[in-house]
């Protein structure tokens, strides 16, 4: 009994050390080589971290609670700019597989953005997506390239300003996007950067008071608009109207000439029935025959 219990403690030894061999010989190379080479070292690694990940999704489902354990800027991306990305949507809703061994499983836009739902989903592929949205994980802060496509771009979500340009044409409507709107979506350029203004007093928001960045020589403006606007450029208009004692000067440009530049009224809009029209028909019913200039009345 004790001869037979030798012979199989050495029939074990033998078995053991040929495994142990077998091993060393497979493993050997790799260690090699990861000495050498530090990105091979990191593989290795991955591997081994992807056999646990695997492993502990085949016991139960992973949940955020599982990833932000390795990956710690994105949640914290989310939070700050998601946008939905933010709602229930899970990191397994776009990460369909965790596979660090070398092979990146990347989320499709088009698993969620039906490109046939909305013209601005069907752009093109992801590449596209990112010359805008370059984190996905905060896909609301958007960086504009300085390519002329992007205005395809803009107006798939913007259409109204690209009838502005289209209705109403000028040197804006001859520009790309990104010339006002550089680098970062939803930043505007101000007017006083390219124009001179015209009164010194005037500033960007005085700009808006008439003219549309998108529409700029469609000229619009709300009836209590100070004359001092209008006088910025009808200087002589103004310096009269300033001087006049008839009951013209006391009135606001915009009484007369209402919303839209150039509006020009006609003296019967207010004055009716003032004179007989047999006095009238003698000078062509042209009130300025006498009355002259409507902003410098003499009569």
Known sequence: MIRKASLNDSAARIICFFLV??????????????????AVAGSA?????????????????LLNTDCIK??????????RAGGKHRTAVTCLDCHIQHLPSGV?????????????????????????????H?????PLIITIPDKHWVNK?????????????????????QKNCTFCHPKKHKRIKRCLQCHKPHAPFMVFKDCLRCHKPHSPLNIHYAGNIPNKYCGACHTDIFKL?????AKHGKFKCAFCHKNKHPTVPKCQDCHQNIHSESILSRF????????????????
Not at 51 to 58: E, G
Not at 286 to 291: G, Q, V
């Open 21 to 38: 061999v077998t091993l060393w010989a497979s493993v050997l190379p790799l260690s090699v080589e990861a000495a050498q080479n530090p």
């Open 45 to 61: 690694r991955l591997q081994a971290a992807a056999k646990k990940i695997l492993a502990l999704d085949s016991a139960h489902k």
């Open 70 to 79: 390795c990956h710690t800027s994105e949640p914290a991306d989310i939070k």
């Open 104 to 132: 990146k499983t990347i989320p499709q836009c088009s698993m969620c953005h039906d490109p046939s739902a909305q013209a601005h989903f069907a752009l093109g592929t992801r590449s596209v997506c990112l010359k805008c």
């Open 134 to 138: 370059r984190n996905p994980h905060t």
């Open 153 to 173: 771009a803009c107006e798939t979500c913007h259409p109204e300003k690209g009838k502005e340009f289209k209705e109403y044409p000028s040197k804006h409507s």
């Open 241 to 245: 109207l300033s001087k006049s004692k």
């Open 284 to 299: 062509n019913n042209n009130c300025l025959k006498c009355h002259r200039d409507p902003h410098n009345l003499l009569i």
